[in-house]
């Protein structure tokens, strides 16, 4: 089943003449399918190539103005699949867009910190850059519509949403897939780039954050549960935000003397890489992790949302010493928005006391199986 993207509107808006767009994303969400989408959407001629083929990757990084030119020929429209394998790919693509400011050129690239490394620099004021995600709950609701896309809830919060795994019926098969994925992104990008001499602990780390969803992290634990340094342990976390595994949420405080800052608070970018690292596929009646698997849900959805809706927001969870606490908290436009995710229940009255008092002019909402719907499209 063809899954529609909602990014694909966004990226046939952008490509406009003498800009490069760069497409970051794990492996496997379905970065070539997008581009091949867009490809044949578009009234330009265009040309497809993949930085995997010598050839290419060699012409590529050349710095050489007549091969870097045979490689656009007539092109309107360049797509580079694994950009990031090109040499100084950025400078290089400077050279062609200067000279060639009537095109545009899209550069796909999964390990995000390779690719990044080598193209702000070069082309600053000349790109356009955007993430695609795991298959979202509003392209779910696209794909089999709202009624059955609700009705698969507790398939999106167990078994996440690569299109690989949205796409298989079999259990079976969405878990070996899984553990190939896993396999796939973690050793390649993080292992072969970065020289992890163990990569053990990298996978023995995601497990201890994989049980701390909604909690926040102590990196000094994380360091002697493992048996590393405290610097490694924030080598090995940076790296695995910059290939899209997981991600950090600080907290948020105006008052130091009442609200904790000093940890954060991490998630998975997938609820099915989550639960592939733990090994537990059980359904949501024999789990005792429903909490956590909503909230790490909720917080990717919504991140999720608004990247394709070009919401730009600062993200946050709240907590005062006493205990209290809201889940995430929304800066954007001069204004605060609590969000308390409950799979059932409301915020406690207690919390949202403090944290309106403290905050007069925020809104606070607590999202639960009949509100989030509309909080996450």
């Known amino acids: 089943m063809p899954i529609s993207r909602l990014l694909l509107s966004q990226l046939q808006h952008s490509l406009l003449p003498g800009k490069i767009i760069v497409l970051y994303g794990p492996r496997q969400v379905g970065k070539t399918t997008l581009a091949r989408q867009l490809e044949e959407s578009v009234a330009k001629n265009t040309r497809f190539i993949s930085a995997d083929e010598l050839i290419y990757r060699e012409a590529l990084g050349s710095q050489n103005r007549q091969r870097l030119e045979e490689v656009l020929g007539d092109a309107e429209l360049l797509i580079i699949d694994e950009a990031q394998r090109v040499h100084d790919i950025g400078l290089n693509l400077k050279i062609l867009i200067d000279n060639h400011p009537e095109c545009t050129i899209l550069a796909i690239g999964s390990a995000s910190f390779d690719l990044a490394n080598k193209i702000s620099e070069p082309l600053t004021g000349r790109k356009l850059t955007y993430n695609l995600f795991p298959v979202s709950y509003s392209e779910n609701c696209q794909a089999f519509g709202k009624l059955e896309a609700r009705h698969q809830l507790e398939r999106w919060l167990v078994w996440g949403g690569y299109p690989a795994i949205v796409t298989t019926p079999q259990p079976e098969l969405r878990e070996k897939l899984l553990g190939e994925l896993i396999g796939s992104y973690l050793y390649r990008d993080i292992l072969e780039m970065d020289s992890i001499r163990r990569p053990d602990k990298i996978v023995d780390l995601l497990r201890l954050l994989a049980f701390q969803i909604g909690q926040e992290v102590s990196l000094a634990e994380l360091a002697a549960s493992l048996a590393v340094n405290r610097t490694t342990i924030e080598r090995y976390l940076d790296l695995l935000e910059k290939v899209f595994v ?86 954007r436009e001069g204004q605060l928005f609590g969000y308390e995710f409950k799979w059932h229940g409301q915020i406690r009255k207690a919390t949202q006391r403090d944290f309106t008092n403290t905050y007069p002019h925020s809104e606070l909402t607590t999202i639960r199986l009949d509100n989030f719907e509309e909080f996450l499209t």
């Open 246 to 331: 997981i991600y950090r949420v600080g907290g948020f405080s105006r008052n130091l003397r009442k609200e904790v800052t000093k940890n954060s608070r991490y998630y998975f970018y997938d609820n099915g890489v989550r639960n592939s690292l733990i090994n537990n596929f059980n359904s949501l009646a024999l789990r005792n992790d429903v909490g956590q698997l909503w909230e790490n849900y909720l917080m990717i959805e919504r991140r999720k949302a608004n990247a394709y809706h070009s919401r730009t927001a600062n993200s946050y969870f709240w907590r005062t010493y006493d205990q209290k606490e809201i889940d995430l908290i929304e800066e």
